[in-house]
């Protein structure tokens, strides 16, 4: 089984600052995804950004962009140029490549962007 | 293009009733799955259907079922509700064969009390 682990409850950032969410998974699978969903207080889960892990390239996504550490089983998501909009709960989420579309979750980081 | 919608928006029962939740999967979808999101933790698999045929199953008791219909559409049914079935229940559907991304609806609050 999977496990995804998300150790920051909560964070804040200045507007216009960056700043770096952590993720840490366990996995015995070599072939899977990796997202991070961003839920506003409206509640809509929205993707942010999505990695493969046989792709060695972090992937960005506009202000957006992952550090993908395989060997370490690490995923952080850096957010750069903060917006007020970017206040949100962030969850990082693991997928088997061979399972469907079944997502596993972490607990959340709840990011406030401060004026 | 219509997005993946959920009904009712909230929902109040009590311990021991059934409900019936609702989504409509976005057009072209053919998979739908449900998560179970408690206050203040990350959403948790209930199950998946693939076409109406359940395709994956978290770790959820049997008085957690689901329906999907030939339109894609689909049901969450749980039995014999229990305190700690509040929550709010998240849809999301996607094309299997595509690239794995998902799409959520707003979810609907259950209140069990």
């Known amino acids: 089984a999977q496990t995804v682990t998300q150790s920051q409850p909560e964070m804040s950032v200045q507007e216009a600052e960056t700043v770096t969410l952590s993720c840490t998974y366990d996995t015995s699978e070599s072939n899977y995804y990796l997202f991070w969903y961003k839920q506003p207080p409206s509640r809509q889960m929205i993707l942010v950004i999505r990695q493969e892990a046989y792709k060695q390239q972090n992937a960005t996504e506009n202000r957006f962009s992952v550090n993908f550490q395989k060997a370490a089983k690490s995923f952080s998501l850096k957010i750069s140029d903060s917006q007020l909009g970017d206040t949100a709960m962030y969850f990082c989420?693991?997928?088997?490549?061979?399972?469907?579309?079944?997502?596993?979750f972490g607990g959340g980081t709840r990011l406030m962007v401060k004026p | 293009e219509t997005g993946v919608t959920q009904s009712p928006t909230h929902l109040i029962k009590t311990r021991g009733q059934q409900v019936t939740l609702r989504c409509s999967s976005q057009?072209?979808?053919?998979?739908v799955s449900w998560y179970q999101q408690a206050l203040g933790q990350g959403p948790q698999f209930i199950f998946q259907?693939?076409?109406?045929?359940?395709?994956g199953r978290g770790n959820f008791p049997p008085r957690f079922s689901g329906l999907q219909f030939p339109n894609y559409s689909s049901e969450l049914n749980v039995n014999a509700l229990e305190l700690d079935d509040s929550a709010l229940y998240l849809c999301?559907?996607?094309?299997?064969?595509?690239?794995?991304?998902?799409?959520f609806g707003p979810g609907t609050r259950l209140t069990v009390l």
């Open positions: 999301a559907s996607s094309l299997i064969l595509a690239d794995n991304e998902q799409f």
């Open positions: 989420a693991f997928s088997n490549y061979n399972a469907g579309n079944m997502l596993t």
């Open positions: 259907y693939y076409r109406e045929e359940e395709n």
């Open positions: 057009s072209g979808h053919n998979t």
